[in-house]
DNA sequence: GCTTGAAATACAAGCGTTTGTATTATAGCA
DNA sequence: TGCTATAATACAAACGCTTGTATTTCAAGC
């Protein structure tokens, strides 16, 4: 490679015959500078090649211009679409977007602190990510705007969120198959894998971290049964890690009880899809012995012919960073809570119970 | 939020009653300092609940510190996948990942003097970007170690790149297919959308880039033809944007043929889910009167039972990051193109054509 | 012709680190 | 005790830009 030193801002003064301060201002179209001594500067610049140095730039103005987003499970398809919300936004921005991927509790106490206090963004975007009682001072203490994504907690309120309605969702999902006139619904859903320091004396304990959306779907769920009256049934509540392998055990075990159920309500798309392989293997066709929705409406729940509540998860990305992007130029109205309605897309994993013939819709 | 000023190297220095130069070198675990001063400003530091400013160091070591990530269409499953690849080892790494989208030739261009030029990263990756041949001025010109993930081109031999081999994998495809009987397969592609600038009073041209891995998977294919001995048959090629809208419509309309294919090799998983779309609207059996095989092994391709060729899209974006970290760190070792296999993944979208029976494996 | 004010530019400090070099203190040794 | 080598620290420049303030220039107004 050739030792091609870049130009600076002296380089072009020097040869402009004016100060690095006019150079700067010609640059940056203040109104301060002679329209023909902006035009000669200009000319120069491009004659050198001259490309700002952003690091300096922003260590004298004091921002970074970038933007952080923190996501657990980087890999889900839920927060990659997500992100892509986030980036459409983003790239029409003067903002560089920054990841980092927090899969383990080391990983999120350094990712927190690392990003958060280091100066290194100007705000961020926390998805996802389930929230500890301790992080909360953490992110009192930051003077930077946090916005989050899909997250609740008591301690967050004065945090600007976006959320879907979760809890609504679980109940449009669980109303659908009651209507479909299923009575033995299961439901599967997921824990949050964040461990929590040993308490006292335990070698660790599992966070029994109450807000994740998993378990709002579940109180939709509960909600639409005790509306139908009928009694929850605990053999068709199970819960376990996210993934489909994991859902799809869950599955199995749930189908292979004496009376199991004709329904089956996942709180994401990728478990529901484990539930499909479940029955697959099982060899249950799907609607006709087993009817499964799902939460999310992932691109591939469309491929899967899923029945699923569509939680708009891209919108919910582009939301989040406009807020954050309000808060960062200075808006001070007081935090939000922005609600992401959801809807129930009905395809072709849903159907009447067994022989009974299913009613148009 | 209450106006915290955060401190600075020079707070801790004069509480501790040294120069800064010194609390840079105890905070560095520089052997110039004492081991008494050192814990003493060390103390001092957490104290003062001391965060360096990342922008600071930065502009003084002359390092950014980050690695630009520079992909197209973050949409497709199978960029984020790459991209997971890449997020896993970067986050063990002193490194941010900085991430530019480019969907259109402006972006491009603004995306790639912006990230290359500006001195924003270290590094760069670029991941299923077309190159043209004038993008390679620009990337000559940038002193930055730059490596390419899936992408071929003449010009570009000066730099790293790893790539799938996807001419053995289209020929694996097309091989399994005529392996199981079929004769009669169909092909269905997508080409770049970037357009380059009016050559000559046209408005604007498509350009023909030639290295595009679809391009390269129908050459595979070809080869599987020409050794079968079948001649290849015009109809039974099919090119379009990427997308599984419009593979489904070529589908359609290569299924509707006089004498249709049946079987058909898509150059992506998510146009074989097109294709997969096009068979249910024909109401076609898939793989009795329908066999189809992708590309990618994204992971909706597990859930779809797809038969597909498995090219490691995860591991893919392991090496070239670790590639790229390598030369950051001043590897002066000739740039090299690393090939990542591909792998045929059978499973139920294949079968031998119509009646016949399928031979075991 | 002198004053006044606006416009354009120069000057210089500052952003928070790092790092090469100079300086001082300390211990070892003859 | 004086000299030297070494360890520890101080000093100061540098990274490349921005920006508040001071200075100069020049034309308008009286």
Redesign the interface.
């Known amino acids: 490679?050739?030792?091609?030193k870049?130009h600076t801002i002296l380089d072009i003064a020097q040869i402009a015959g004016v100060t690095p301060g006019t150079v700067s201002r010609a640059l940056n179209d203040s109104p301060l500078v002679n329209e023909r001594t902006r035009e000669r500067i200009l000319k120069i610049a491009k004659d050198l090649?001259y490309?700002?140095?952003?690091?300096?730039r922003?260590?004298s103005v004091g921002k970074?211009f970038?933007i952080g987003v923190i996501v657990p499970f980087?890999?889900r398809?839920s927060i990659?679409?997500r992100?892509?919300g986030v980036?459409?936004i983003l790239?029409n921005s003067p903002y560089?977007?920054?990841?980092?991927?927090i899969?383990n509790t080391k990983?999120r106490t350094i990712g927190f602190?690392d990003m958060l206090?280091?100066?290194?963004i100007d705000g961020a975007l926390i998805i996802s990510m389930p929230i500890l009682d301790e992080d909360i001072a953490y992110l009192q203490?930051t003077?930077i705007p946090i916005v989050f994504i899909d997250r609740k907690h008591p301690g967050l309120s004065d945090f600007d969120s976006i959320i879907s309605d979760d809890i609504a969702g679980g109940y449009k999902a669980t109303k659908h198959l009651l209507d479909l006139g299923h009575r033995k619904i299961g439901f599967i859903g997921d824990i949050t894998e964040i461990y929590t320091k040993p308490a006292n004396g335990t070698d660790k304990e599992l966070n029994p971290f109450q807000f994740t959306s998993s378990k709002d779907r579940y109180k939709g769920y509960l909600k639409a049964l005790v509306e139908a009256d009928i009694p929850s049934n605990p053999n068709y509540f199970s819960e376990d890690n996210h993934g489909?392998i994991e859902a799809k055990s869950m599955a199995i075990k749930m189908l292979r009880l004496s009376d199991p159920p004709t329904a089956i309500f996942a709180a994401s798309d990728t478990q529901a899809?484990g539930v499909?392989?479940a029955a697959r293997e099982m060899e249950l066709n799907v609607p006709a012995d087993l009817s499964i929705v799902g939460f999310d409406d992932v691109?591939?729940a469309e491929?899967?012919e899923l029945t699923t509540i569509r939680q708009m998860l891209y919108r919910s990305g582009q939301q989040g960073v406009k807020k954050l992007l309000e808060r960062i130029s200075g808006s001070n109205s007081r935090s939000h809570q922005i609600n992401i309605p959801t809807e129930i897309i009905i395809r072709k994993t849903t159907a009447p119970p067994n022989g009974q013939v299913k009613i148009a819709a």
């Open positions: 490679m050739s030792n091609k870049t090649n490309t700002p140095n952003m690091v300096a922003r260590l970074t970038a980087f890999t398809p990659s679409e992100l892509s980036v459409s790239s560089d977007l920054v990841i980092h991927n899969e990983q602190q206090l280091k100066s290194r203490e003077n489909h899809f499909i392989q691109q591939a491929f899967m």
